[in-house]
């Protein structure tokens, strides 16, 4: 059972080079999420998708596109990369839990460097 | 105003103390409150939830205080390993998505 995975760990990008970050969960849960984490700020949220099939926009989704190819897969683009880009992704997902919680399982990031 | 705030610390204890890190969250209608608990340069992980009840695990104590909208966190006998960032996390009404504080950091010493 290895939960959230993602790929690749780490990524170096040119502006304007395309990249797609995969991630994947093993616990058949229905949400999954991407956040991005950058320095003294908490994780926000780029893109969600409640259930397989659909999609919402988060906290900050603009220059990033999302896929949910099934319930395991959700994998997130960058079209046309740009250095404020540059910060530590992380894929998450979550089932209702005790008292409706929906706690969340995360992967273990990717790394991206634009430059 | 942020959604979750909290002090980014750090905050640095001998081992064997007692610490206590509080947040605040400005939406009075959030559901499920939760701390997680980060490694440098690893995933969050979920430590524990906090119940209106306030709630115990082993050395951790939750509590939240609804009508001042904070959620406190202690930490007692303080250990090395718990050296790490921790998250205030928040979930607002009909929102499965999650809202992070942006994390205080406690470094336990020797």
């Known amino acids: 059972n290895a939960g959230v995975t993602q790929t690749p760990k780490f990524q170096v990008l040119k502006t304007g080079q395309s990249m797609t970050l995969q991630c994947a969960q093993d616990?058949?849960?229905?949400?999954m999420y991407w956040y991005r984490q950058d320095p003294g700020m908490g994780l926000r949220l780029i893109y969600y998708?409640?259930?397989?099939?659909?999609?919402d926009k988060g906290e900050v989704p603009n220059g990033y596109n999302v896929s949910r190819l099934n319930k395991r897969e959700f994998s997130l683009r960058l079209e046309s990369a740009a250095p404020s880009q540059t910060s530590v992704y992380f894929c998450?997902?979550?089932?209702?839990?005790?008292?409706?919680?929906?706690?969340?399982?995360f992967g273990p990031g990717t790394r991206l460097t634009v430059t | 105003r942020k959604e979750v705030e909290q002090d980014p610390g750090p905050f640095n204890v001998p081992e064997g103390a007692t610490v206590a890190f509080n947040c605040t969250y400005s939406?009075?209608?959030?559901?499920?409150f939760f701390w997680y608990r980060q490694d440098c340069r690893k995933e969050p992980k979920l430590l524990m939830s906090?119940?209106?009840s306030g709630n115990e695990d082993g050395r951790f104590t939750a509590q939240l205080n609804r009508a001042s909208q904070y959620i406190s966190l202690l930490i007692r006998d303080s250990k090395l390993s718990d050296s790490a960032t921790y998250l205030c996390?928040?979930?607002?009404?009909?929102?499965?998505?999650?809202?992070f504080g942006s994390g205080t950091r406690l470094q336990v010493q020797p």
């Open positions: 998450a997902s979550s089932e209702p839990g005790v008292q409706g919680s929906y706690e969340q399982y």
């Open positions: 616990m058949n849960h229905n949400s």
């Open positions: 998708s409640a259930s397989e099939g659909t999609t």
């Open positions: 939406n009075s209608a959030s559901q499920s």
């Open positions: 906090v119940y209106s």
């Open positions: 996390v928040v979930r607002g009404t009909g929102r499965r998505a999650l809202t």
